[in-house]
T-cell receptor
Framework: EAGVAQSPRYKIIEKRQSVAFWCNPI?????LYWYQQILGQGPKLLIQ????????DSQLPKDRFSAERLKGVDSTLKIQPAKLEDSAVYLC???????????FGPGTRLTVL | GENVEQHPSTLSVQEGDSAVIKCTYS??????FPWYKQELGKGPQLIID?????GEKKDQRIAVTLNKTAKHFSLHITETQPEDSAVYFC???????????FGSGTRLQVQP
């Protein structure tokens, strides 16, 4: 079974530029999560989708971050404009609708200069 | 909201020794407690998890214990091997909020 796919794996941008990340969850997984992991810390939830609806976006900085999940499968996370403090690894995870077990992708490492 | 604290932040052991990592959580409604292993440049990988209706769970060299009264849970790795070297994260979630709240991580180094 294929795991969670993410792209790109690395991205370097300058502050005030925009960037987008893509995630393809495990087939059949209804729940999709985006986490932000700053160096030396544990991942922190940005947004949670159930199919194509948002369940929790309370920790998403909505003035600059946006996310969507078209057709309840793939998801994109966008940052516009980026700040230096957005430098982090952005992790996508997915789970079956009926279980708690979350499977993580390899992440996208973002560096904002 | 939930808060998860993890100790120690770094742990160095000799190959063959045991390693123990401890976490405490704040939300008494939390009922799911996974442990993840993260190697450099990779995403977190689930190694074991436990639910609140169970006090202990074991999978080969890895075991997790849960004390709901004290709101803490621990990861035990026996007969450590160099390939166990990584960062380990504990996490917790509740029925009303399936998103995970993670601890700050423990960097485990197993010396050959």
């Amino acid at each position: 079974e294929a795991g969670v796919a993410q792209s790109p794996r690395y991205k370097i941008i300058e502050k005030r530029q925009s960037v987008a990340f893509w995630c393809n969850p495990i087939s059949g997984h209804a729940t999709l999560y985006w986490y932000q992991q700053i160096l030396g810390q544990g991942p922190k939830l940005l947004i949670q989708f159930q199919n194509n609806g948002v369940v929790d976006d309370s920790q998403l900085p909505k003035d600059r971050f946006s996310a969507e999940r078209l057709k309840g499968v793939d998801s994109t996370l966008k940052i516009q404009p980026a700040k230096l403090e957005d430098s982090a690894v952005y992790l996508c995870a997915s789970s079956l609708d009926t279980t708690d077990t979350q499977y993580f992708g390899p992440g996208t490492r973002l560096t904002v200069l | 909201g939930e808060n998860v604290e993890q100790h120690p932040s770094t742990l160095s052991v000799q190959e063959g020794d045991s390693a123990v990592i401890k976490c405490t959580y704040s939300d008494s409604a939390s009922n799911y407690f996974p442990w993840y292993k993260q190697e450099l440049g990779k995403g977190p990988q689930l190694i074991i998890d436990i639910r609140s209706n169970v006090g202990e769970k074991k999978d080969q060299r890895i075991a997790v214990t849960l004390n709901k009264t004290a709101k803490h849970f621990s990861l035990h790795i026996t007969e450590t091997q160099p390939e166990d070297s990584a960062v380990y994260f504990c996490a917790a979630s509740s029925p009303g909020r399936r998103a995970l709240t993670f601890g700050s991580g423990t960097r485990l180094q197993v010396q050959p």
